[in-house]
T-cell receptor
Framework: NAGVTQTPKFRVLKTGQSMTLLCAQD?????MYWYRQDPGMGLRLIHY???????AKGEVPDGYNVSRLKKQNFLLGLESAAPSQTSVYFC???????????????FGSGTRLTVV | AQSVTQLDSHVSVSEGTPVLLRCNYS??????LFWYVQHPNKGLQLLLK??????LVKGINGFEAEFKKSETSFHLTKPSAHMSDAAEYFC??????????????FGKGTKLSVKP
């Protein structure tokens, strides 16, 4: 089925460890996004990409890095995990800007990350 | 600048009674508006969207929303709540010109509880 796939679905890290979250979409979307969701905070944009080879910072980028080497994949990296990064992470994709507002986002099912 | 405010963080209704989830937006341009639903431990699913066509928008599962420009509102309603409607609902705003970063602005969410 077409959509956005996130791996892994769950992960527990120790403080200081690193990891990479993978997001893959098969809808040929130009734009991809990483959000984190915390209770009472809604969704906050971490980083986003408007095309292959491009990335940009969102609202809460500190402690994260991203890469978009292929159009269909968007990777989120944590170089040195901290307990404050315990959250649920969502990837989303969309068409380019002019079309975005007519169709919205397609979301992945999320990655639940716990940093102890 | 765009913003969206969900007026209630938590709404509780009895099964079979009407649902009203309130959303106000601010946008310098003609906005597109969306409602997303997130069931427990699931990803976000598009419920309905307004993109400058009919002001009364019908979505999935019997939900609908009315765009009222004079009140800058986009409230979500359903005539009769079902237990399966218990979830968190997000109001989202976007516009072609204002969305220069290519993303949508999310409200902080309203958690809907449905009592038997």
């Amino acid at each position: 089925n077409a959509g956005v796939t996130q791996t892994p679905k769950f992960r527990v890290l120790k403080t200081g460890q690193s990891m990479t979250l993978l997001c893959a979409q098969d809808m040929n979307h130009e734009y991809m996004y990483w959000y984190r969701q915390d209770p009472g905070m809604g969704l906050r944009l971490i980083h986003y990409s408007v095309g292959e080879g491009t990335t940009a910072k969102g609202e809460v980028p500190d402690g994260y890095n991203v890469s978009r080497l292929k159009k269909q994949n968007f990777l989120l990296g944590l170089e040195s995990a901290a307990p404050s990064q315990t959250s649920v992470y969502f990837c989303a994709s969309s068409y380019s800007q002019g079309v975005l507002v007519r169709y919205g986002y397609t979301f992945g099912s999320g990655t639940r990350l716990t940093v102890v | 600048a765009q913003s969206v405010t969900q007026l209630d963080s938590h709404v509780s209704v009895s099964e079979g009674t009407p649902v009203l989830l309130r959303c106000n937006y601010s946008s310098s341009y003609s906005p597109s508006l969306f409602w997303y639903v997130q069931h427990p431990n699931k990803g976000l699913q598009l419920l309905l969207k307004y993109t400058s066509a009919a002001t009364l928008v019908k979505g999935i599962n019997g939900f609908e929303a009315e765009f009222k420009k004079s009140e800058t509102s986009f409230h979500l309603t359903k005539p009769s709540a079902h237990m399966s409607d218990a979830a968190e609902y997000f109001c989202v705003v976007g516009s072609v010109v204002g969305g220069s970063q290519g993303n949508l602005i999310f409200g902080k969410g309203t958690k809907l509880s449905v009592k038997p």
